[in-house]
């Protein structure tokens, strides 16, 4: 069972940037897709982007692309999200999420089997 522990959130300013990093136990972690998704206060938990488990392939939703980069070390056990011109809208609760394969092919919670406990991100404009 593979265990997640997201980082790196906190209180910034809009137009700022900051570094989510996610660390996984176990010993799957290089062979599948990773994903971050978002949930703000009464909405649904949502994709932001996912990467297969090379790192060749990186997928984004429409609103963070050009702003956010999603990468990954195998040898660190380690996904990151870089975030840049951060805005009100990118407010919520950030979670990585393990793939059940080596490639994202939903965007889904449905496409991920196993979750952090999340990072608050709060931007004020």
């Known amino acids: 069972q593979v265990q997640l522990v997201e980082s790196g959130g906190g209180l910034v300013q809009a137009g700022g940037s900051l570094t989510l990093s996610c660390a996984a136990s176990?010993?799957?972690?290089?062979?599948?897709?990773m994903g971050w998704f978002r949930q703000a206060p009464g909405k649904e938990r949502e994709f932001v982007a996912g990467?297969?488990?090379?790192?060749?392939?990186?997928s984004y939703t429409d609103s963070v692309k050009g702003r956010f980069t999603i990468s990954r070390d195998n040898a660190k056990n380690t996904v990151y999200l870089q975030m840049n011109s951060l805005n009100a809208e990118d407010t919520a609760v950030y979670y990585c999420?393990?793939?059940?394969?080596?490639?994202?092919?939903?965007?889904?919670?449905?496409?991920?089997?196993?979750w952090g406990q999340g990072t608050q991100v709060t931007v004020s404009s």
């Open positions: 999420a393990l793939g059940r394969t080596r490639v994202v092919f939903t965007t889904t919670t449905a496409g991920f089997r196993s």
């Open positions: 176990g010993r799957t972690f290089s062979s599948y897709a």
């Open positions: 990467i297969s488990w090379s790192g060749e392939s990186t």
